[in-house]
């Protein structure tokens, strides 16, 4: 087998430093040098007055494609998805104006000065608690991704579907969260003994709700009212929504009005019609709550066409895992027969996104790009044709394998099932 | 002098489990016993669908008051600034519509595909990059505040302004920045051994330029292409920006057009007649460029008043350090006689906002709320009576003494100067 044509970080810089390969594969295209009368042309921002202050920011409008993709179910109002553009992305934070949307039956319009949390059920003291009373608890933080069951579903289709990365893998964001520990409220209201699940609902249209393991409240679930500093969007549970990290979305109540325990879960509609994983022998399992490991090469991916040939290009992406830390994402450019390991960006944080990196020295021939996350669990992400082998091809749900994109001849990249 | 009303997170957590002073002084207010009939009352929000999908969202209609406050020169078009609301955010992470701005000339409307990026001077090889050539370098982010080096600078006056607590200390945000390191471009370029300084440029009306040590640009200065994962705002220096972690916000030039390698500092316009240091010698104090360890209590703070009499508050803030990382916050509720170490959000980023939180338990009687952080370095915030002996009564940059705000007995907050 031929050397692989990936290069670890440290070769990279080398090659820099040395002027080696990747300054004389690339220099010429990436720089240009300059003419001296560069300075005597002055851009027309330079000779007028720029835009005026602002209350709160927007985009720039050279940037109006940058959006989240909506597919959306025109029978129903307000139901379906909108996907997070991951392929314009960079670092790991998602901005909340790109947040992807999974909404039942829309985004409901609550004044949160009329909102009310009730905690009930298996209680010593049944507990209902305002907005402003939830903002006077202590607030904790914690960066962390949201990814939908369904993200990737169009995976288990017979055909690799050709749309770009996050507009088929873009239902999962990454924000900072910070809002009060669920474990404190639960304290405050005296779990029963017998209280095993609490039955989370949210005040839209659907009236969403499902059942949730007492024990994960207990753990690390944070009732959130800030994503990335300011308060919630609405479309992301404004006023207050349930953050469960590194489970299935549809957990993360949003728009939340109740926590009721109980000693079994509740069984409702959005836990047995749907968010279920049918399996090979028939049957369903249902509360796979946890988000396995995965990754997904952002760029290049498909859609998108290699200028130079040949040339260096990062390959960079994302990986993150419901379990915990990202160790190790693998890299290959030829489907799967080698792999290099790639740069992992710091700080590597528990259940949230890592962003990963590689350079790679492509010399024009067919290539086929996949990455390999691993998490702290030792669990390592599947090829497509071990989850098939695993959950059949009528899943729906939970689709968490490698991800292929074949780079053609002419630099134009697709998306492909290898095996 | 009495024991400190102040709590460790510990023994906030044993009063919280042990019924004690948290749940005593505060749970009939901040939850209510619920009457049974809750579940019958719908809110308004489930008897209908909700609003559609979006392409890129926005904050709630009822955070409308959540704004960047414009302090602009009348005389001159886009000539100010805009403070970031630190008082309504949590965690750490500043939205991007809610950055602070500083213009000198407004933010200029800049088509990527025409901007160019001169590196030229003393170097081996004059370069231009085009906004795609620097997209396909390898990206590096990270987790930074920017200061103004006049954030804070109302608080030399020889009275407290009053205003909320971001209207005054909020020309500082942090975000996740994401882009290229400067040194590979340069090592790209060829620095000549005499080259010391770089004049960057900035692409807007008021030509900004200054002066930039080439040890800085070749440690952790990163061509800036990317803000909390989506492309810069325009307000922050769209299509790129330089960064200089932890140094005043001028030199992260926005817009930025050239570097020009020199010898010597250019002595512009915009490093001698503004952003120098006046000393109480008469002298001026000139490439002042780090900002030292700072720390602002953002809640409770200005303007706000305690609800409860006795109760508990969460006293929380913001601590950052242009030297490193934080390694301790200090608060008092006596005006600087004693103080109790606040716990600290992980993870603690080098030259990024550390937020600190403790409960207080206020007994009704008038109190002096204060922070002091330390950093890595062991540079510890100084008083304002510290800072003024140091400085003089004349300065205008570089405030980062500790600011204190008083409570009053019936629990209005005002700012103070204690010394």
Same mark, same amino acid.
């Given at each position: 087998?031929?050397?692989?044509?990936?290069h670890?970080?440290?070769q990279?810089?080398?090659? +820099?430093?040395?002027?080696?390969?990747?300054?004389?594969?690339?220099?010429p295209?990436?720089?240009?040098?300059?003419?001296?009368?560069f300075?005597?042309?002055?851009?027309?921002?330079?000779?007028?007055?720029?835009?005026?202050f602002?209350?709160?920011?927007?985009?720039?409008?050279?940037e109006?494609?940058?959006?989240?993709?909506?597919s959306?179910?025109s029978?129903m109002?307000? =139901?379906?998805?909108?996907?997070?553009p991951?392929?314009?992305?960079?670092?790991?934070?998602?901005?909340?104006?790109l947040?992807?949307?999974?909404?039942?039956?829309?985004?409901?319009?609550?004044?949160?000065a009329?909102?009310?949390?009730?905690? /009930? %059920?298996?209680?010593?003291?049944?507990?209902?608690?305002t *907005? /402003?009373?939830?903002?006077?608890?202590?607030?904790? !933080?914690?960066?962390?991704?949201?990814?939908c069951?369904?993200?990737?579903?169009?995976?288990?289709?017979?055909?690799p *579907?050709?749309?770009?990365?996050?507009?088929?893998?873009g239902?999962?964001?990454?924000?900072?969260?910070? %809002?009060?520990?669920?474990?404190?409220?639960?304290?405050?209201?005296?779990?029963?003994?017998?209280?095993k699940?609490?039955?989370?609902?949210?005040?839209?249209g659907?009236?969403?709700?499902?059942s949730?393991?007492?024990?994960?409240?207990?753990? /690390?679930?944070m009732l959130?009212?800030?994503?990335?500093?300011?308060?919630?969007?609405?479309e =992301?549970?404004?006023?207050?929504?349930?953050?469960?990290?590194g489970?299935?979305?549809?957990?993360?109540?949003?728009?939340?009005?109740?926590?009721?325990?109980?000693? +079994?879960?509740?069984?409702?509609?959005?836990?047995?019609? &749907?968010?279920?994983?049918l399996?090979?022998?028939?049957?369903?399992?249902?509360?796979?709550?946890?988000?396995a490991?995965? !990754?997904?090469? +952002?760029?290049?991916?498909?859609?998108?066409?290699?200028?130079?040939?040949?040339?260096?290009y &990062?390959v960079?992406?994302?990986?993150?895992?419901?379990?915990?830390?990202?160790?190790?994402v693998?890299?290959?450019?030829?489907?799967?027969?080698?792999?290099?390991?790639?740069?992992?960006?710091?700080? *590597?944080l528990?259940?949230?996104f890592?962003?990963?990196?590689?350079?790679?020295?492509?010399?024009?021939?067919?290539?086929?790009? &996949?990455?390999?996350? +691993?998490?702290?669990?030792?669990?390592?992400q599947?090829?497509?044709?071990?989850?098939?082998?695993?959950?059949?091809?009528?899943?729906?749900?939970?689709? =968490?394998?490698?991800? !292929?994109w074949?780079?053609?001849?002419?630099?134009?990249?697709?998306? *492909?099932y290898p095996?």
């Amino acid at each position: 087998m031929a050397r692989s044509p990936l290069h670890s970080r440290r070769q990279f810089l080398q090659y +820099t430093a040395l002027g080696g390969a990747f300054a004389g594969f690339s220099l010429p295209v990436l720089a240009a040098q300059t003419a001296p009368d560069f300075r005597e042309i002055l851009p027309g921002s330079m000779t007028r007055a720029g835009a005026d202050f602002s209350n709160y920011g927007q985009p720039s409008a050279y940037e109006k494609k940058v959006i989240r993709w909506i597919s959306a179910n025109s029978e129903m109002t307000g =139901n379906g998805v909108s996907w997070s553009p991951l392929h314009e992305l960079q670092g790991t934070i998602t901005p909340n104006g790109l947040h992807f949307e999974r909404h039942h039956n829309g985004v409901p319009d609550i004044d949160p000065a009329q909102h009310e949390l009730l905690i /009930d %059920g298996l209680v010593e003291r049944p507990l209902k608690f305002t *907005i /402003d009373a939830l903002k006077r608890y202590p607030q904790q !933080s914690r960066i962390s991704f949201i990814e939908c069951g369904g993200n990737s579903n169009s995976s288990f289709r017979s055909k690799p *579907i050709q749309t770009p990365a996050g507009y088929a893998h873009g239902l999962v964001s990454n924000a900072e969260w910070t %809002g009060v520990a669920v474990k404190l409220l639960l304290e405050e209201a005296g779990l029963k003994p017998a209280a095993k699940w609490a039955i989370a609902e949210a005040a839209d249209g659907a009236s969403l709700n499902v059942s949730i393991p007492v024990d994960k409240l207990l753990d /690390d679930a944070m009732l959130a009212l800030y994503q990335n500093g300011e308060r919630l969007r609405p479309e =992301n549970g404004y006023p207050v929504r349930l953050l469960l990290p590194g489970w299935e979305g549809i957990v993360n109540v949003k728009w939340l009005r109740q926590l009721r325990l109980q000693q +079994t879960p509740a069984m409702t509609r959005d836990e047995t019609s &749907q968010y279920t994983d049918l399996m090979p022998d028939g049957t369903a399992r249902q509360f796979s709550f946890e988000m396995a490991a995965k !990754s997904l090469i +952002t760029s290049p991916s498909q859609g998108m066409t290699l200028p130079d040939n040949p040339g260096i290009y &990062q390959v960079t992406g994302l990986a993150w895992s419901g379990r915990g830390k990202i160790t190790r994402v693998e890299v290959s450019a030829d489907g799967g027969e080698s792999w290099v390991d790639a740069d992992l960006q710091a700080p *590597i944080l528990d259940k949230a996104f890592t962003r990963f990196s590689l350079p790679w020295q492509w010399q024009g021939q067919y290539a086929v790009l &996949q990455s390999r996350a +691993t998490d702290d669990s030792g669990y390592v992400q599947p090829s497509r044709e071990q989850l098939i082998a695993n959950r059949g091809r009528h899943g729906y749900y939970h689709f =968490n394998a490698i991800i !292929s994109w074949e780079v053609y001849e002419d630099g134009y990249i697709s998306h *492909i099932y290898p095996d």
